[in-house]
């Protein structure tokens, strides 16, 4: 039974507050969630609750998410079974009672959900993955690993939010840390060298000053060389375009600040296919906004056999738009952010009918994070092949790819790893 439910303020990676839950059962379990929180966040994305007061935490503060868990939630799960997530997950949805989860906060809602997990985890000693996928989770993921940060998370020195590599020739899990590590430091060396390394983004890569993306990724492909790897062979590279922030949606027009250009869709499409002939690119997220649903049909048709096509501003892990771009084949992949939605019971359909269509599951963390791993267990759990958590360097980033390791030690030979492949 659930014996109590206590929310406090933490602080993430970037020093904001964010709702912890601690849960106890009535056995003397604890188990407990955070709220991570993102900076280019959906529109379409469950509402994060913040008291938006100015005198405090410049309106970040989080007090009134908080006091709906203590003072709404808590009353109603109390005494309840903590092994029925689904319940517990309905129970919050219900008190809510709105679509986007604006009236209690996604990021109550979202910490409470993942605190159950946790308890219940710890109360029948099995680790959160088994918990949550029980012995059938057993896939080490692909990281996807950011080496250069830009976009929102880089004061928009660099439109284009992520260049991430991919060690896709890699067979193992250890041995894409150890590609990752190398291009890492190997492409900061030559920013350096370069005069371009000004600072760290958001999530840990570099936040280089260039004259334009062509050059950044020049110098991405340069660093995989530099490292001692065949460019698309043993890595390659993701964008994360995040589209929706360089999208007018007045004019029908994509802008990069950069260099001063503006797109149609159609133009902004041919630039893609430009880059995806002439780099190592392997995948795309966000390649458009979340409102240029012919765009997405468009890249689709063209790339779509070639290339991972990822939607996250555009289904926002939610069930029912991921539906919808399945039935229109508007992406290959999805993007799943557990507060995107703000439960687990929701993030593991997201996950099911995704996979169901044969489509890619990407796990991913925000850009504002904690000490939390909740994320690599659920990408264990469901066997989602990828995981997506920023760079190779802060905590915040490392716990993620160190918990995988931790993993791959509880599995043993049960552990798997699949080649990486585009089917
Ligand atoms: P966010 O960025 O957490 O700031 O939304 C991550 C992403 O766009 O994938
Ligand atoms: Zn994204």
């Known amino acids: 039974k659930i014996k109590s439910i206590e929310a406090y303020t933490i602080f993430d990676s970037r020093g904001n507050p964010t709702v912890e839950v601690e849960v106890a059962l009535s056995n003397g379990a604890l188990g407990r969630g955070v709220a991570p929180s993102g900076a280019s966040t959906g529109q379409y994305e469950a509402h994060e609750l913040r008291d938006g007061n ?59 959900s993942t605190a159950v997990l946790a308890a219940v985890a710890n109360s029948r000693q099995v680790p959160l993955f088994e918990q949550l996928g029980g012995a059938e989770g057993n896939l080490l993921p692909f990281p996807e690993i950011q080496i250069i940060g830009g976009g929102a998370h880089a004061e928009w020195r660099v439109d284009v939010q992520d260049f991430l590599l991919i060690a896709n020739g890699a067979s193992n899990y250890e041995e894409t840390l150890e590609i990752t590590f190398r291009v890492f430091n190997a492409t900061g060396k030559l920013l350096k060298k370069m005069g371009r390394y000004y600072g760290a983004a958001d999530e840990g890569g570099f936040w280089p000053e260039f004259d334009s993306h062509e050059q950044i990724l020049d110098t991405l492909t340069e660093g995989i060389k530099a490292a001692g790897y065949v460019p698309g062979k043993d890595a390659s590279i993701a964008l994360d375009v995040a589209a929706s922030d360089l999208y007018d949606e007045t004019t029908n027009t994509y802008r990069f600040r950069l260099d001063d250009r503006t797109f ?45 096509i990822i939607g996250d501003d555009l289904f926002t892990t939610n069930p029912s738009r991921i539906r919808e771009g399945i039935a229109n084949n508007l992406a290959n992949a999805v ?12 993030t593991l359909e997201a996950i099911r009918i995704t996979q169901a269509a044969n489509w890619r599951a990407v796990v991913s963390a925000r850009s504002g994070e904690t000490e939390d791993a909740f994320i690599s267990h659920l990408a264990v759990a469901t066997n ?40």
Do not use: C
């Not at 868990?69 to 799960?77: F, H, K, R």
């Not at 360097?393 to 030979?413: A, D, P, Q, T």
């Open 54 to 112: 100015p005198e405090h935490f410049n309106g970040k503060s989080v007090d009134k998410a908080i006091s709906h868990v203590n003072g709404i939630i808590a009353p109603a799960l109390l005494g309840k079974d903590p092994e029925n997530q689904q319940a517990v997950d309905q129970t919050m949805i219900d008190l809510d009672g709105t679509p986007n989860k604006s009236n209690l906060g996604a990021n109550a809602i979202l910490a409470v």
């Open 264 to 308: 149609t869709s159609a133009e902004f499409i041919s630039l893609l296919s430009t880059w995806i002939d002439q780099y190592p690119i392997i995948s795309l997220e966000d390649p458009l906004a979340d409102t240029d649903i012919e765009g997405w049909k468009t890249i689709m048709k063209h790339h779509g056999n070639q290339i991972q």
């Open 335 to 346: 993007l799943i952010k557990l507060n995107q939605i703000g439960t687990v019971t929701e």
């Open 384 to 423: 989602a092949g990828q995981l997506k958590v920023g760079s190779f360097r802060h905590s915040e980033r490392m716990v993620k790819w160190n918990e995988i390791l931790r993993i791959h030690r509880l599995l043993g030979f049960r552990a798997r790893f699949n080649p990486w492949s585009i089917q």
